[in-house]
């Protein structure tokens, strides 16, 4: 089956961009697809007025974006991306300086034992039983602290400016990053992180790291499962892939359809479900996949979600204002219907092993 179909050059704010347009599925080449959304505006950076349409694929369940930029184009997408800045709406993920000294005495606790004061403690046993807190405060940190591996090393895929790697390098972790992004790489660098620019393809690396975190990466990419097999050459045998990507299946898109946070046209290629992810994950062949449950995202992706509906309906010429009590209220059953169902998780998260006796395993 021939993937890609015809190309075409578009005029958008004055800009050539060169869109192709997907005749297959780019996760499992299947022909079986359905529009899921058409005319998506980005109203999340306004790289372009370029209105573009989501597809879904009947058979494995991934939505993908057809047309999209080529390769060549998809630069013009990210000219006003925020992992150029040093932390700043990033940090916006709930999170407060509240939140990051909860997390912060936590992870101490977590990962030193012992008691410092009578305020760790009650914080440390107040996030163990808050189960949605204690499941976002370990997605922050990717898991890290259930890793059993000697030496402490790691790659993060799409480190932007690197504020995870400086938590994990503060963690005693040996901490490489890797980032297309040049100014991101800058701001980086900056830090003291040792940071590459370009994608894991352009580099050797066999058998490196015990841990490679990509966190919302995948769904910016071309070709996903390659990356995939790329992190499993660069992994010790025993060592772990942190994998994190908004969910297609998950509550926010059930919820928010076309102005889900998750879809942000051009940039998110294809947009997976937990199938499709630990289908790729098993065909590389890593082992003891496991799906984690992270709580607490909806409090971002929601918010950003009445963001686009009301932009989107402004530009329509209608108004909408946000109702606060039906807003949380939509995120405190969500957050409860997420803890029932992995299925439906905002975002899925996976952590996958690459088995200890694959020394010899080329791919
Ligand atoms: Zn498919």
């Known amino acids: 089956m021939k993937m890609r179909g015809e190309l075409e050059i578009i005029r958008s704010n004055n800009v050539k961009i060169e869109i192709e347009v997907l005749n ?25 007025d370029q209105l573009w349409r989501l597809s879904k694929c009947t058979v494995c369940g991934s939505g993908y974006l057809s047309p999209r930029p080529t390769k060549s184009a998809i630069s013009l997408a990210y000219e006003s991306y925020y992992t150029h800045d040093e932390d700043n ?3 916006e993920l709930i999170s407060n300086k509240l939140l990051s000294a909860i997390s912060g005495r936590y992870i101490r606790k977590h990962t030193q034992g012992g008691c410092n004061n009578i305020v760790d403690l009650i914080i440390y046993w107040f996030v163990t039983f808050f189960y949605p807190l204690k499941t976002y405060i370990d997605g922050k940190c990717r898991h890290l602290y259930y890793f059993k591996c000697k030496p402490l090393s790691l790659l993060d895929i799409g480190c932007g400016s690197g504020k995870f790697l400086l938590f994990a390098k503060n963690m005693g972790w040996d901490v490489v990053g890797m980032d297309l992004d040049a100014k991101a790489i800058k701001v980086a660098k900056e830090k003291g992180l040792e940071v590459w620019e370009g994608d894991i393809g352009q580099y050797d690396i066999r058998q490196q790291f015990n841990v490679i ?5 995948v769904e910016h990419i071309y070709n996903p499962k390659q990356l995939l097999k790329q992190c499993y050459r660069a992994l010790q045998p025993g060592g772990y892939l942190w994998i994190q990507t908004p969910n297609i299946d998950g509550i926010g898109s059930y919820f928010y359809k076309r102005h889900w946070r998750g879809l942000e046209p051009p940039r998110h290629l294809i947009i ?16 003891s996949i496991q799906q984690k449950y992270t ?22 010429g209608s108004k909408y204002t946000t109702n606060k009590v039906w807003l949380l209220s939509k995120i405190v059953v969500a957050e409860i219907f997420q803890i029932a169902s992995l299925r439906r998780n905002e975002f899925v998260t996976f952590i996958a092993r690459k ?5 010899k395993n080329t791919l």
């Not at 709580?295 to 329509?316: D, P, Q, W």
């Open 213 to 217: 975190t990509i966190s919302h990466v």
């Open 295 to 316: 709580g607490l995202a909806t409090f971002y992706t929601f918010k950003h979600s009445e963001l686009i509906r009301k932009k989107e309906k402004n530009l329509n």
């Open 355 to 359: 088995p200890a006796n694959s020394a």
């Open 89 to 91: 709406k990033n940090s």
């Open 272 to 287: 997976f479900n937990s199938k499709t992810i630990r289908g790729m994950l098993e065909e590389i062949g890593y082992e």
């Open 24 to 48: 297959a599925c780019p996760v499992c080449k299947s022909d079986k697809v359905k529009v899921l959304y058409r005319d998506l505006p980005d109203l999340t950076f306004f790289s372009s």
